[in-house]
């Protein structure tokens, strides 16, 4: 049974930092795409950032050169470091998995239960 447990998520400042953590069982998790997806009140799940079995990471837009996302094999957890928040990364953050590539949302079809990040000014 595959179960993904984030946590980590906080209120903090603007320009504060966070790091995201998830902690995956139940599947070869070294084999599997990950990713960090976020959910504002209001809006569309997005793509916040992704890393694949071969350690290639992919990053949205709006937060390349402030998140960073990583594995660890060893311990089958993945993290996202974040820095610089802004008050528009307030969100619930999810972290998925899928066995393809992972290049679309639609792929992911195992999902954490989210963890809320809240940045204020």
């Known amino acids: 049974q595959v179960q993904l447990v984030e946590s980590g998520g906080d209120s903090v400042q603007a320009g504060g930092s966070l790091r995201l953590s998830c902690a995956a069982s139940g599947y070869p998790f070294s084999m599997f795409c990950m990713g960090w997806f976020r959910q504002a009140p209001g809006k569309k799940r997005e793509e916040v950032a992704t890393?694949?079995?071969?350690?290639?990471?992919t990053y949205a837009d709006d937060v390349k050169g402030r998140f960073t996302i990583s594995r660890d094999n060893a311990k089958n957890t993945l993290s996202l470091q974040m820095n610089s928040l802004k008050t528009e990364d307030t969100a619930v953050y999810y972290c998925a998995t899928t066995p393809t590539s992972g290049e679309f949302q639609v792929e992911y079809n195992y999902w954490g239960q989210g963890t809320q990040v809240t940045v204020s000014s």
């Open positions: 890393i694949d079995a071969y350690g290639t990471s």
